[in-house]
Every structure is written in structure tokens, then in C-alpha cells.
């Protein structure tokens, strides 16, 4: 879908539909009372008589005769105090789903709410452009009916009367196709069904990836890893008879600032659960086990193609988790690459595993920072449902960084408690720790672990166990998967950029 800017008098151009956003109990805008004048006060009379009274993603449509736009599309912005970022991509999304419900090839948009609560024309014109191309996403490569009457969009055009404003405006729609065209990869990679998206699969996406986008990739198999001694890696991906993959990618733009970060996402292309074999109702589910990894190499291919002024790494372990003959089982004791010995309680709590040996080889780069992202515990979701991602880790500032992030992207982040005494939970009687600590505190634990392989780097751990698939479909979340976590790691490493 294209997405194109246009400045000046509304008069000057032709299309479909306008979509405009009201706030609820505001009254018009000055845009809107512009467009009402001409209309007669057909606006006007629609929030007069309670046909539309702005909610937040609420829609109404005018047929007006003898305009430049055939269709004038009304989108609630919700309560003037509670808009943010977030409320502009929801009004983009709702916009467009409403013109590919009318079948309309091609819109206008207005800058929803920009100048509010300090959000500018670059910022607006981002958010704009991310709720739209969100909102677009799909995969129908599977189906093989009804795809011709499949209707696609063509389509938008951001408008605005400012013309000094153009640059402003180019830059942010430039960031948020970036942005979004990294959360959609990252979406196709989870979308894809295990047996095509296997840890081969990955690898050679990172690779094809970095081969157009400029940087660096080199893929460990098996015999890598075994002269590596990545024993936690190696005994999960022992019970499949696809290999285990190491996806080790590298920018290193010309300017770099504030040292080197290290982005790490666990890959489990499909987790049975292996000898503690999961439930078989919604197992399915589980070919999305490797949303962190997916996140993360969109991450390095979107770094790229901005050119973010950042020394990023990205490490991603992929294998999949299956019961057989060959396979780890409960009550083993492996090795980790960092020499710790770790006893298996569970073999269904192997993302830590695989995370363990990466994060151990993240040593190397010196990073001043050091993030991981895993759908790593059921327990999250427990405690904080499909709404946030859990964040836990070891220095202060970056995890505050992290939140802010967050907060500007719409993926927001809660901070849960990691205090020593979690710990206790993980001490093994035969071996260095346990890989599980037990279901009280699931998630703290699972972060307890990690923690014992990240060395004196800053690290921040996310744990989007509930926030990697979407149920229902949202504004500009269509139902599957969000690719969360793209988005949050180019905000920070844009403002890491400018430190």
C-alpha cells in the first residue's frame, strides 16, 4: 500500500473519501468547521442529532454531492485529555479499516490531532502513517479460494494546508513505514506455519535481509555449536531432527555513539513442550515461540535501513523443542557455553535455556547495554493478561529507558520485581541452578535465571509471553500476531542515537 503527502487547498485534489478525526464533546475542529461551512452543516447536524459523538474509534460516514471527496469519513478521537500517539495510529487504523469495508481504492487523511498534548506534524504524520500500514497487514499466501474477491486498499494520502511543514511531515511518514514495515516482517515470520518457518528458515531470512539491507550476518550450525560448547542450545535442539541455528547479526554504521547494544530473541520455531509435553488443545499456538527472535531481526533490518547511528548486534538462538527418542529430559544436567551447570526440572522451560547461551556469548561485545525479548513464560500472562509485556533486569536507567520507549510506541512495558531472593527458588541440589523455580512467581524466576548469564552488562529482559498474538483484532492490530517489540527497540535505539 502507498502512502503519499500532499500539501495545500483541500479543493486541489480528488478522491474517494476524507477521513477526519473529532474529539467527543469538543465540538468541530478547525478543519471540520471548514468542511462543514461547505457542507452545509452536514457535520453539525450529525453530532446535533447523536449519530456521532467522537468516542474513540467511533465511525460515521457523509455522502456529499458535487465535492471534491465522494465520502467524508468521521473518526472518534475519544476525550481531548486522554489522546496520545497511540490514539492517532488507533483513528489511522480505524480509518482504514472503514474504507476497505467501502471497498474505497484510494483516501485522504488529515494529521489527526496534531498540536495536541505537544504532538507535532513529524510525530503525527508517523503515528498516521503506522496505524494505516499496520492495519493493512495480512497473509493469504496459504489460501488458494476466494482470493480474488479479496479487496486490497491502494492507497492513502496524508493532507495538510502547511506547506512549510513538508519536511517535518516526510520525515516522520519515512520513520513509521520503516517501523511498521519491520513489525509486519516480524508478523509474517510469526504468521507462517513451523514447518516452513523453521530455524533453517530464519537463517536464511537474516541473511537474505542483511545482504540487502548492508549488514552483517553469519549463521552457527550444529558443528559451530558444538566447538562453541553451547550445551543448553544443543540439548534442547537434541530431540528434533531439524538442526539448531545461531543468527548472529551485526550493524556498524559509520558514525556509532554511546557503545555497542545487544539485542537477544529466543526462537523456538515450535515448542511441544519436549518430554514435559504441552496440552494438545492450542498447541498449535506454539509455532509463534520465536516471536522474540522474529523481533529481533526485523529490529537489525529496520536499524539498517534507517541507518540508526548505533553499534547493534543481534543474537538469535532457533531450534524446536519436540519429544523423541533423542531428546533432554527432565532430571538431566547440561552444561551452559558460560561453563554453568543447569539441572532440567522441566524440559517445557527451555527458552531460558537456549536465551542462557546466547546471552553468555553477548559478553563478548562489551555491550553497554543488553536486552533480550522471549515469549518466555505462561505465568506473564497470568499476571499481567494481553495488555502489557513484563520487564525485569539489572540497571535502573536502562529499564526506564525502556518503559519510555514503550510508552511512545504503544507497547507498553510493567516492571515486576527481581530481588535476590527469588533466587532461592532456582538452587539446585546436584548442579549450579535449575532451569525452573515452580509456578510461585514464574516469570521473576525465569528472569533469575537469566540473570546469572548476563555478566556485569546493563540488561533488560522482556518477557511477551501474552503479547505476541492477538485474539479478537484491534484498531490497528489485526487479529494474529503483533510483531511487539520492533517498534520499542527502534524508538530506543533512536534515542539511544541521540544521547
Given at each position: 500500500m502507498k502512502i503519499e503527502l500532499k500539501l495545500g487547498k483541500a479543493e486541489e485534489l480528488k478522491s474517494e473519501a476524507l477521513a477526519l478525526g473529532l474529539f467527543e464533546a469538543q465540538g468541530l475542529s478547525k478543519e471540520a468547521k471548514l468542511l462543514d461551512k461547505r457542507l452545509d452543516g452536514a457535520i453539525s447536524l450529525l453530532l446535533k442529532n447523536g449519530d456521532f459523538g467522537g468516542k474513540a474509534n467511533q465511525t460515521a460516514v457523509l455522502y456529499p454531492k458535487g465535492f471534491e471527496f465522494k465520502r467524508i469519513i468521521l473518526i472518534g478521537l475519544g476525550k481531548k485529555e486522554e489522546f496520545s500517539l497511540d490514539r492517532i495510529r488507533q483513528a489511522a487504523g480505524t480509518a482504514y479499516k472503514k474504507a476497505k469495508k467501502l471497498k474505497i481504492k484510494n483516501y485522504v487523511s488529515f494529521l489527526h490531532g496534531k498540536g495536541q498534548k505537544g504532538i507535532d506534524f513529524e510525530a503525527s504524520a508517523q503515528a498516521v502513517t503506522e496505524g494505516t500500514l499496520l492495519s493493512a497487514y495480512h497473509l493469504d499466501q496459504y489460501k488458494t479460494e476466494g482470493k480474488e474477491d479479496l479487496f486490497?486498499?491502494?492507497?492513502?494520502?496524508?493532507?495538510?494546508?502547511?506547506?512549510?511543514?513538508?519536511?517535518?511531515?516526510?520525515?516522520?511518514?519515512?520513520?513509521?513505514?520503516?517501523?511498521?514495515?519491520?513489525?509486519?516482517?516480524?508478523?509474517?515470520?510469526?504468521?507462517?506455519?513451523?514447518?516452513?518457518?523453521?530455524?533453517?528458515?530464519?537463517?536464511?531470512?537474516?541473511?537474505?535481509?542483511?545482504?540487502?539491507?548492508k549488514f552483517r550476518c553469519e549463521i552457527l550450525s550444529p558443528p559451530d555449536?558444538?566447538?562453541?560448547?553451547?550445551?543448553?542450545?544443543?540439548?534442547?535442539?537434541?530431540?528434533?531432527?531439524?538442526?539448531?541455528?545461531?543468527?548472529i547479526m551485526e550493524h556498524m554504521p559509520e558514525k556509532k555513539r554511546r557503545g555497542t547494544v545487544v539485542l537477544v530473541g529466543k526462537a523456538i520455531t515450535f515448542d511441544s513442550g519436549g518430554i514435559s509435553i504441552k496440552p494438545s488443545e492450542g498447541m498449535w499456538e506454539m509455532k509463534g515461540d520465536m516471536a522474540g527472535g522474529a523481533a529481533v531481526i526485523a529490529t537489525m533490518a529496520s536499524a539498517a535501513r534507517e541507518g540508526i547511528p548505533v553499534h547493534l548486534v543481534g543474537l538469535v538462538p532457533a531450534t524446536e523443542n519436540l519429544p523423541s527418542g533423542t531428546a533432554y529430559k527432565p532430571g538431566d544436567i547440561i552444561k551452559s557455553y558460560s561453563g554453568k551447570t543447569i539441572e532440567i526440572m522441566s524440559t517445557d522451560a527451555e527458552g531460558r535455556l537456549i536465551l542462557a547461551d546466547a546471552l553468555g556469548y553477548a559478553q563478548k561485545y562489551e555491550p553497554k547495554a543488553l536486552l533480550d525479548i522471549a515469549t518466555l513464560t505462561g505465568a506473564c500472562v497470568i499476571a499481567l493478561g494481553n495488555v502489557v509485556a513484563g520487564l525485569m533486569g539489572s540497571d535502573q536507567q536502562l529499564l526506564n529507558k525502556v518503559k519510555k520507549a514503550g510508552e511512545k510506541t504503544g507497547e507498553r512495558v510493567w516492571e515486576l520485581p527481581l530481588y535476590k531472593e527469588y533466587e532461592e527458588q532456582i538452587k539446585s541440589d546436584l548442579a549450579d541452578m535449575k532451569n525452573s523455580g515452580g509456578r510461585p512467581a514464574g516469570t521473576i524466576t525465569a528472569a533469575a535465571f537469566l540473570k546469572k548469564f548476563v555478566g556485569k552488562a546493563p540488561w533488560a529482559h522482556l518477557d511477551i509471553a501474552g503479547m505476541d498474538w492477538e485474539e479478537k483484532g484491534k484498531p490497528y492490530i489485526p487479529k494474529g500476531p503483533l510483531g511487539f517489540g520492533v517498534r520499542l527497540f527502534l524508538q530506543f535505539l533512536r534515542e539511544w542515537g541521540r544521547s
Open positions: 486490497e486498499v491502494e492507497s492513502m494520502t496524508i493532507w495538510d494546508e502547511d506547506r512549510t511543514k513538508k519536511s517535518a511531515i516526510e520525515k516522520g511518514m519515512k520513520t513509521g513505514e520503516i517501523s511498521s514495515w519491520g513489525t509486519n516482517l516480524a508478523r509474517d515470520m510469526v504468521n507462517h506455519p513451523s514447518n516452513f518457518m523453521t530455524p533453517t528458515r530464519m537463517a536464511e531470512i537474516a541473511l537474505n535481509l542483511a545482504k540487502e539491507y555449536l558444538e566447538k562453541l560448547k553451547m550445551g543448553a542450545l544443543m540439548a534442547v535442539a537434541q530431540g528434533s531432527k531439524q538442526p539448531a541455528k545461531f543468527i
